[in-house]
């Protein structure tokens, strides 16, 4: 199981890596979320203790991974609802993963995008500007 963790690991890196280096919204996205997936997945608490909803816990792409680790710690073998849904998110995850890096490897990253080089200065000198540059004069009339 733990290799499977490991596997889904790496797809689910090489599909946000694969975002996140092409589309500069996706790291902040993903900041946002986390944090709510975190609180939504039973780690630091038990599912028995959700009695209505608690169908929809298979929704959350984490808790069947969780669960499937969980279940044999605790004395109990975990449900084969548990583990289609671990495989068919492992699959999903596996796809997205080689679908977006196969459609952008295609398509490189812009460097003047990428490190925000200024019109002015780097299109002539190559000069990378750093972003306290552009906040020089007030950073100067603050000393």
Request: glycine content about 6%; charged content about 15%.
């Amino acid at each position: 199981m733990q290799a499977s963790f490991s596997v889904d690991a790496f797809f689910l890196c090489l599909f946000l890596g694969t975002l996140g280096a092409r589309y500069r919204d996706v790291s902040p996205m993903i900041a946002s979320i986390l944090p709510i997936l975190f609180f939504m997945t039973p780690m630091i608490w038990k599912p028995d203790l959700i009695y209505l909803g608690r169908q929809y816990m298979l929704l959350n792409p984490f808790f069947p991974l969780i669960e499937i680790m969980r279940a044999p710690l605790m004395g109990e073998i975990p449900r084969l609802s548990i583990w289609v849904f671990a495989i068919g998110y492992s699959v999903i995850i596996w796809l997205a993963g080689f679908f977006v890096l196969t459609k952008v490897r295609a398509r490189p990253v812009s460097l003047r995008a990428a490190f925000r080089i200024s019109e002015e200065r780097g299109a002539l000198t190559g000069q990378v500007e750093h972003p306290l540059q552009r906040n020089k004069p007030f950073l100067e009339s603050l000393l």
